[in-house]
């Protein structure tokens, strides 16, 4: 664990990334709800980004993010601001900082990043299903060659799944209900697919956050049951109070990669066993939701990351929560 950098009972300075989008403004949203003040500065390549508009002050990334100019930017962001924390609030900045770990490796500001090899795991699906396969561990049945016939052979009647192998949120996922839709996907996705057997239904699919703390422990699951948009977002989502094939396999899923910091698990339950659909390395994308129930992982991260104190009370409250399409306007 990172060492103190800000003293407890400090207004803590937190730079969130990607506010445009909605895991960035659940962040926001989960820090304006934190039992202390915080400052946040916003980032977001969009100059006209939402999320801005709820941060302390808002600045726009550089058109490239490639080279010494990028991280200089970043260097100059993080001491004119005095900068404690960064959350990255999307998938991009995530690879981003894992990528420059050893620029940012020093004491302020603490970037909240999972383990190497969790984020490894959560930019390949089927990586993730090797890996968990080697420790034993029950995954949806999958193929990434291989003929239309040799995938029915194997996974089981139509309709299977086609996925990319890299991607998250959903996207890209498309049923295949016979060899015509398989090879014209095949061909629309290249090598960077998967093909998985249907399981469970869209009414029994699961977001579970978990803050780990590096070592196979981490805070108990907190279990949503939710519905996805158009967007391939949580757009309703319930609160579970008791789900032990979803807990359990949440458990042993943190003793067997030791993430670090907010985790993200997505499950269908299919037979009363929990089928893991994928890991997301990060911040959940129903960040907000859980905050507004209770289980506030960006508070977490303060706690973990500046005060070296471990998240315990991580109980939902009861309760259902909606997104909803909403208008701002501003008069010149």
Known sequence: MTSTVTAVGAAATVLVTGVGAIIGQGIIRALRLAPQ?????????DAEAFGA?????????????QGDEYLDFLRGLFKTHAIDLVIPGIEHDVF???????????????????????????????????????????????RI????????????????LMKPRRGSGGKGIVELHDQYDFEYWQNRCGADFMVQRLVGSADQEYTVSVFGFGDGEGTE??????????????WWAETVESCPPISDYSRALTRELRPEGPTNYQFRLSDGRAMLLEIN????????????????????????????????????????????????????
């Open 281 to 332: 390395p990060r911040v959940s994308a129903s960040t907000g939701l859980r905050g507004a129930l209770g289980v506030n992982e960006a508070w977490m991260c303060i706690e973990y990351y500046l005060h070296q104190h471990k998240p315990t009370d991580v109980t939902l409250s009861p309760g259902r929560a909606w997104r909803f399409v909403e208008d701002l306007v501003e008069r010149s």
């Open 53 to 65: 508009h709820w941060c302390d002050h808002f600045a726009q990334k550089p058109a490239s993010e």
């Open 145 to 160: 060659s291989g003929s239309w016939a040799e995938c029915v052979g194997e996974l089981g009647p139509a309709p299977l």
């Open 221 to 234: 699951p907190a279990i949503l049951r939710r519905r996805l948009g158009p967007d391939g977002a949580t």
């Open 37 to 45: 003040p915080v400052r946040v500065i916003g980032l977001d390549r």
């Open 96 to 142: 981003f900082f894992d990528r420059h770990r050893a620029v940012f490796d020093d004491d302020r500001p603490v970037i909240a990043l999972n383990r190497a090899e969790v984020i490894a795991l959560g930019k390949d699906k089927w990586s993730t299903i090797e890996r968990l396969e080697a420790a034993g561990l029950e995954v949806i049945p999958s």
